[in-house]
């Protein structure tokens, strides 16, 4: 029976399902430094990155470690730049007052929520002049924002589509 790992498991299960398919029949000796220094290095970095992290895993169960001298690749991601105001001004316009596009756009810009909050924002969570959000998902922190006044006009020209939304 496979205990439950978290992300770990989610994340290391198929990466140590490839290494199976593929090593699977050989000696652990001859899995070493190099070998998966060479592995990662046919990799692009974030992937580099979580295949190290399965594999030494793995390894350390195993009492085979031979990863322990090798650092992970740098990562670099690109983050997607914030949006000049030339760009908010032309989604705005595109988007009238009134449309699920450009209350879900008011809701980003004026309560900074992540997206998984924006998805869960209904009707309930406004309460006396705020939104309140019980628990986010990823912190599960309790957080409670202040409702914008262009926000509030958004949100009262915007139509219900539902009980929650």
């Known amino acids: 029976m496979v205990r439950s790992l978290g992300r770990y498991a989610r994340n290391a299960g198929p990466i140590l399902e490839q290494y199976r398919e593929k090593y699977g029949d050989w000696p652990l000796r001859q899995i070493t430094e190099n070998f998966i220094s060479a592995c990662l290095e046919c990799l692009k970095p974030h992937a580099a990155r979580n295949h190290l992290k399965a ?3 793995f390894l ?3 009492r085979h470690d031979v990863t322990r001298n090798l650092k992970p ?8 730049p914030s949006w000049p105001p030339e760009m908010i001004a032309q989604y705005e316009g595109h988007h009238a007052i009134g449309t699920k596009a450009r209350l879900c756009f008011a809701l980003a810009k004026y309560t900074g929520a992540g997206r998984t909050e ?12 705020e939104i309140d959000i019980p628990s986010r998902q990823k912190t599960g922190v309790a957080a409670t924002m202040p409702l914008h006044p262009d926000l509030k006009a958004i949100i009262e020209a915007t139509p219900l589509t539902g009980l929650s939304t």
């Open 55 to 57: 594999l030494r895993g």
């Open 60 to 62: 350390r169960h195993a």
């Open 73 to 80: 690749p740098k990562a670099k991601s690109n983050k997607h």
């Open 118 to 129: 924006l998805t869960r924002i209904g009707p309930h969570h406004i309460r006396d002049g």
